[in-house]
């Protein structure tokens, strides 16, 4: 028995439980996104590619829109679950969840961080949309490499940005 209070002793750190929580979190989170209604994302898709076209549109008039396509002069894109930040904002909000916060510092970090990876994303298709109808050779890099780098890297700062800003102190 003493054991076992030793090891929820040691357990009982956040430090220490914040890996296993984040983990827990992460699995649970992506067992939910996994279930998301068909309609849920097929609207969300086409919020994003309507979202991207208005955004080029202020830059261009040869922009067009239908569904989940983008087009700019000719150079069009899909929008698929990938597109939307879906995976990083999990990502984010298992980090966020594992945190020792209060409960509505936590909502606060899910809702503000998973919007800012939305809206990067939004930025990334734009900036993926100019790449491919200008420097259509730089586009597999940019759309592979510099931006699924790049997204990975912002949800460190972003959480971090949550820690210093949003959270009060204990929970």
Do not use: K
């Not at 430090?15 to 983990?23: G, H, I, K, T």
């Not at 994003?48 to 569904?67: K, M």
């Amino acid at each position: 028995m003493s054991r076992l209070r030793a090891a929820y002793r040691w357990l009982a750190a956040p430090s220490r439980r914040f890996v296993p929580l984040f983990l827990a979190y992460l699995w649970i989170l992506t067992a939910l996104a996994e279930r998301l209604p068909g309609r849920a994302l097929g609207w969300l898709l086409e919020r994003t590619a309507w979202l991207d076209a208005q955004l080029l549109g202020l830059f261009s008039d040869r922009v067009e829109h239908a569904g989940i396509v983008v087009r700019l002069d000719g150079f069009a894109v899909q929008v698929v679950a990938e597109c939307i930040g879906l995976f990083e904002a999990l990502i984010l909000a298992a980090a966020v969840l594992a945190y020792p916060a209060r409960w509505r510092e936590r909502l606060q970090g899910v809702v503000l961080g998973s919007a800012a990876l939305y809206l990067l994303n939004v930025l990334r298709i734009a900036f993926l949309l100019v790449i491919g109808r200008h420097a259509p050779d730089f586009f597999e890099f940019a759309h592979v490499y510099l931006w699924q780098t790049l997204l990975v890297l912002f949800i460190a700062p972003l959480w971090l940005a949550w820690i210093r800003f949003c959270v009060r102190g204990e929970a």
